[in-house]
């Protein structure tokens, strides 16, 4: 067992217990690991001096095609703070780019926090596996928790800055096995350049690259991996992930494990005609450009929260909670656990925004309880969007809770988005839109509502004791079989009217029919003040059916009529009717009293007239 200094420490620290072989003084050059070896370092808090570091080494361990193992001693937890330039690296396994050439393996046995605030390079990767051949891949192993806080600030005029904390490329594996946390700050000061930053990166070529992240065995309420305050700052295009993945041929598999929590990612642009992105995960990103090759899976085994992404720009600004681009492959996100997706915002003359977005064939899986709310962007804002080909399916044969705020958008054949509100405290509240082949594809079973908030084209439409629950805004055009017959508990439409103009409405497409079964249909319609009038006769379009050749019973609908001052008080009076133009809410019209004491004259009037006949 070696034990091999490779810092210099601060005067304080000098204690008769460090000044032993290996350890550094004040006045010796600076030095690393870098030889095949065991290496002992004793837990503490150290200062790292960079500036006779050279420019290709890692500050802690750098191993070349080596074999390095290093145990924390005298304690668990080794604290680094660095505070003048350095070198790109920190932990770092690495072999070459031929195929034949064995990869470096490096462990790191004990807890490790790492603070720079002094990085000032064009390619920050502290935490850095790449390359591996000849049967042995890059590998780089920290058993216990990783604490990574960083700050990259440099001049790169018409180049990118980046900063990728925790980085594997090209055949290479990454295993945190420990509570993972991380921060960091990505900042191109030339007013030509280019930033992206992201906590967690794969850039995968010809060889399969993997990442593991966190544990299982905490609590089941702690946070295992926390990647946060993820921030890009550039003149020009701007570019923030908390997990980003890029391949092509070859695939990359990251598998986060514990509770995971991504939260406050932004990507600032400062120059109009350039873009700022952000995105919680991002699965599919090509690097030098939006539309790029996923071939490769994401997995998060437990809960996963992803909040307040924003991307901030005076031009075009795109912000996603989760992305899915699989150009060149099968590109798949998959959320086994609960997860909640809020906050995501763009914000520039031309903004984006989405909870989940899959395109060009990725695949975005949420197996657990869904919650999305509050996403917002200038020009196009939605909860769940396909486009080419994109897939997302949300509760597909489960049965959990989801709550979605937003609309849903379905672009271009072959995208499609899967939806199963399947209990009584699951909606979706929003508008759906489908165009050029895509379909939305949303089943309503055991009280699971759809609220539509705004005009809704929808294909596929399911109704097993659900609820569409139609806005006096609103409106939905189907054009299939709208099938109503329930099995176990009525199916019920909502419609919400102010006027006999203002209602919520269903209009049924040439293609569409209507499929009632034996329990009948609930028909709640909920009226507005100006129907208080009960002496004028109203007559209200619920459904309409004049584009479909389909003719309705009003006897297959059981209807309730109610006030929508909040008292829930019944109209009475009010009942349905159905012709070759749809359903109808009918109310006919109970004469005014003075109308009635005309109508009793005029009979008192016939009566007298037919007793003078008869007795002449």
Not at 363 to 371: E, G, K, M
Not at 407 to 413: G, I, M, N, V
Not at 546 to 562: E, K, M, P, R, Y
């Amino acid at each position: 067992m070696k034990t091999y200094g490779y810092l210099k420490l601060p005067a304080i620290a000098l204690t008769s217990t460090l000044l032993c072989s290996g350890i550094l003084l004040a006045n010796d050059p600076f030095k690393h690991i870098h030889q095949s070896g065991e290496y002992e370092i004793k837990a503490g808090t150290y200062n790292a001096d960079t500036s006779t570091a050279p420019t290709d080494a890692a500050i802690l361990v750098g191993g070349k095609g080596t074999d390095i193992t290093v145990n924390v001693v005298d304690g668990d937890t080794v604290t680094l703070h660095v505070t003048t330039p350095l070198p790109n690296k920190i932990l770092d396994a690495y072999g070459d780019s031929s195929p034949s050439t064995p990869g470096g393996k490096v462990e790191w046995n004990g807890n490790l926090n790492l603070y720079v605030t002094a990085a000032n390079t064009s390619l920050f990767t502290p935490i850095w596996a790449v390359h591996g051949g000849g049967g042995v891949q890059s590998s780089l192993t920290i058993n216990g928790d990783l604490k990574l806080e960083t700050s990259n600030s440099f001049d790169r005029a018409g180049g990118r800055v980046w900063s990728l904390l925790v980085m594997a490329e090209e055949g290479a594996s990454i295993s945190l096995n420990g509570k993972v946390d991380l921060s960091g700050t990505s900042t191109n000061t030339s007013s030509t350049g280019t930033a992206l930053s992201a906590g967690v990166a794969t850039d995968v070529w010809d060889r399969a690259t993997d990442i593991s992240l966190g544990t299982n065995t905490l609590d089941p309420l702690d946070i295992a991996v926390r990647i946060h305050g993820i921030e890009s700052y550039a003149a020009r295009t701007s570019e923030a992930y908390g997990i980003y993945a890029e391949s092509s041929p070859a695939s990359y598999t990251i598998n986060v494990k514990g509770n995971t929590v991504i939260e406050n990612i932004s990507a600032t642009s400062g120059s109009p005609g350039f873009t700022a992105r952000a995105a919680g995960v991002a699965s599919g990103i090509e690097k030098y450009g939006w539309e790029g090759y996923g071939k490769g899976t994401i997995d998060f085994q437990s809960n996963l929260t992803i909040r307040d992404i924003v991307a901030t720009g005076p031009s075009q600004a795109m912000a996603y909670g989760i992305y899915a681009n699989s150009v060149d492959g099968n590109s798949i996100v998959n959320a086994h656990g609960k997860t909640v997706i809020e906050n995501i915002v763009a914000s520039g003359a031309s903004g984006f925004a989405s909870g989940a977005f899959a395109e060009f064939g990725g695949i975005i899986n949420f197996n657990n309880d869904l919650t999305i709310s509050n996403i917002s962007a200038p020009s196009e804002a939605y909860a769940l969007t396909v486009w080419d080909g994109g897939t997302i399916n949300v509760n597909v044969d489960t049965n959990n809770n989801v709550k979605i705020d937003g609309d849903l958008q379905a672009w271009d054949s072959g995208s499609n988005i899967y939806v199963e509100l399947t209990n009584a405290s699951s909606y979706l509240r929003g508008a759906v839109s489908e165009g050029d082949g895509g379909k939305v594809n949303l089943s309503l079973t055991d009280g699971g509502t759809w609220y539509v908030t705004a005009h809704s084209t929808i294909n596929e439409l399911y109704i097993n004791g659900g609820v569409v629950d139609v806005a006096r805004t609103a409106s939905i055009y189907y054009d299939n079989t709208l099938d109503l017959a329930s099995s176990s508990e009525a199916s019920t439409l909502a419609f919400h009217a102010d006027t006999e103009t203002n209602v919520g409405q269903i209009i049924l497409g040439t293609n569409a029919d209507v499929t009632v079964g034996a329990l009948g249909a609930q028909v709640k319609v909920t009226l507005g003040g100006l129907f208080a009038d009960d002496s004028i006769e109203y007559s209200i379009l619920l459904i309409n059916t004049s584009g479909s050749g389909v003719t309705l019973n009003a006897g297959d609908f059981n209807a309730t009529f109610v006030w929508s001052g909040g008292s829930g008080a019944v109209y009475d009076g009010w009942y349905l009717f159905a012709d070759s133009s749809g359903l109808y809410a009918r109310y006919d019209a109970i004469p005014e009293p003075s109308t009635w004491l005309l109508l009793g004259a005029g009979v008192a009037v016939v009566i007298v007239f037919r007793r003078r006949r008869k007795n002449q």
